[in-house]
């Protein structure tokens, strides 16, 4: 069985910063990606970032303000975010693909975050 736990999100002002982190735990073989998306009310679930080993990818949205990053011995995934705006309000979610030890790759989803960002 695996579990992904989500710390980190809260209230934070204009131009503040947050740091999200996901760890996934239980019976894991190996990790293939590991990232976050975010869904604001009324809108559909969009990537905000995702990593596979040193290959990162960002939403043009958030490029230059947010920083994905791993820690692959605690199999934990992070998401700095810096100059916050408005529009960041969001639930965010950890998704990692990984293989378990038994039975295949598989999508497995965080309990989700919310971050809003208000003054």
């Known amino acids: 069985q695996v579990q992904l736990v989500e710390s980190g999100g809260g209230l934070v002002q204009p131009g503040g910063s947050l740091r999200l982190s996901c760890t996934a735990s239980g019976s894991i073989f190996s990790i293939n990606t590991m990232g976050w998306y975010r869904q604001a009310p009324g809108k559909q679930r969009e990537l905000v970032a995702q990593t596979r080993g040193v290959i990162t990818n960002y939403a043009d949205s958030v490029k230059g303000r947010f920083t994905i990053s791993t820690d692959n011995a605690k199999n934990t995934v992070y998401l700095q975010m810096n100059s916050l705006k408005p529009e960041d309000t969001a639930v965010y979610y950890c998704?990692?693909?990984?293989?378990?030890?038994?039975?295949?790759?598989?999508?497995?989803w965080g309990q989700g975050t919310q971050v809003t960002v208000s003054s």
């Open positions: 998704n990692v693909n990984l293989l378990p030890t038994r039975g295949s790759t598989y999508n497995y």
